[in-house]
């Protein structure tokens, strides 16, 4: 059973940089899309990036454009998101996902196939 394990949240100050990795299982890593999901505090769940199996193709909220940064490691099974430059508003958890195709990240209410159980950011002001 393919599983999504995210990690490297936790508790920053504004201005400061986090890196949160997401472990998958399974060997179908390397043909799918990879992104991450935030859910704010009292809010909905809310697409952040996006990037596709070769890393040639990445897509980014307008919110997060030029802070945040999407990678993958398909040896290692693994996507990264470097945030950096961190603001309070960022306080989420943030989940990982997986699926074929590109739209059930970036089309309004479509939603990846496969999730992570989540990693909580808090950005202090």
């Known amino acids: 059973q393919v599983q999504l394990v995210e990690s490297g949240g936790g508790l920053v100050q504004a201005g400061a940089s986090l890196r949160l990795s997401c472990a998958a299982s399974?060997?179908?890593?390397?043909?799918?899309?990879m992104g991450w999901f935030r859910q704010a505090p009292g809010k909905g769940r809310e697409f952040v990036a996006v990037?596709?199996?070769?890393?040639?193709?990445?897509w980014y909220a307008d919110s997060v454009k030029g802070r945040f940064t999407i990678s993958r490691d398909n040896a290692k099974n693994t996507v990264y998101l470097q945030m950096n430059s961190l603001k309070p508003e960022d306080t989420a958890v943030y989940y990982c996902?997986?699926?074929?195709?590109?739209?059930?990240?970036?089309?309004?209410?479509?939603?990846?196939?496969?999730w992570g159980q989540g990693t909580l950011v808090t950005v202090s002001s």
């Open positions: 399974g060997r179908t890593f390397s043909t799918y899309y």
């Open positions: 990037i596709n199996w070769s890393a040639s193709s990445t």
């Open positions: 996902a997986k699926d074929p195709v590109v739209d059930s990240f970036v089309r309004r209410g479509m939603y990846p196939e496969l």
